[in-house]
């Protein structure tokens, strides 16, 4: 199975990452080769990828629309990892682990906005349950600007995942806006950290709140009661990062 990327700065960046099977670049005729597509030329040609002009409407043909940016990139399939990798690269690292875990969201552009931010803060990894949750498809690599084509991104059963980390040390924090849920400056985010985001309209289900060791709201000033999963959940993961000294 294979699948079609698109987009100029995600087919650049899953180039870059280099961590699937490339087989074949289109690049729409009469496409200006300047910036990151200049640079994805170069690469495809250095990994030995097929490199075919084409005209636009067959790249719309290709991913079905036309928001491609005048080039797609046909290659495997997204490449998910497992829990032990992503606390090994914590261990390579020098780091406590950082990771964040995902409970059924299912809004694909709130998944994408998530691994944005994780990316930019650094983190080891997201879990993502096996069912019922956006997964790692073409439209939320470009939605996420290419950032997931650099993350380790496990799909895994979220309790015995939990219990994983807590045998190996990890804090579980828990996001959502409860009463009894504590304000970030009471929470300890700086060590060994896994941070659970909730789906979209229900949060927290009823077993991964109990699993989670701390439960932390974000202090809300205005008429609005909550944001949504992908706006609280990149504040989370900023105030953690601060927390461990940026």
Not at 210 to 223: E, F, I, N, V
Request: hydrophobic share 45%; glycine share 8%; aromatic share 4%.
């Amino acid at each position: 199975m294979r699948e079609r990327l698109y987009g100029r700065n995600p087919v650049y960046e899953a180039l870059r990452a280099g961590r699937r099977r490339f087989y074949r670049l289109w690049v729409a005729e009469g496409a200006q080769i300047k910036g990151n597509l200049r640079v994805a030329l170069r690469l495809a040609e250095s990994k030995g990828v097929a490199v075919e002009r084409a005209p636009r409407r067959r790249l719309e043909a290709l991913v079905g629309h036309a928001h491609h940016q005048g080039v797609v990139l046909e290659a495997s399939p997204y490449p998910y990892a497992d829990l032990g990798a992503m606390l090994a690269l914590a261990e390579r690292r020098d780091e406590p682990p950082f990771v964040l875990l995902l409970d059924a969201l299912q809004d694909p552009q709130n998944l994408a906005t998530l691994l944005r931010t994780a990316e930019a803060v650094g983190i080891h990894g997201v879990l993502l349950p096996l069912r019922r949750t956006a997964t790692v498809t073409p439209a939320v690599v470009n939605a996420s600007s290419g950032a997931a084509e650099h993350l380790l991104v496990a799909q895994s059963n979220l309790a015995q995942a939990i219990d994983a980390l807590h045998d190996a040390g990890v804090w579980v924090v828990g996001l959502e806006g409860s009463a009894e849920a504590a304000l970030p400056d009471a929470v300890d985010l700086k060590g060994a950290l896994a941070l659970v985001v909730g789906s979209e309209g229900r949060g927290l289900r009823r077993l991964t709140r109990r699993q989670c060791d701390a439960l932390m709201r974000l202090p809300m000033r205005g008429k609005i009661e909550s944001l949504n999963a992908a706006a609280a959940g990149s504040i989370a993961l900023y105030l953690a990062w601060h927390q461990r000294g940026w």
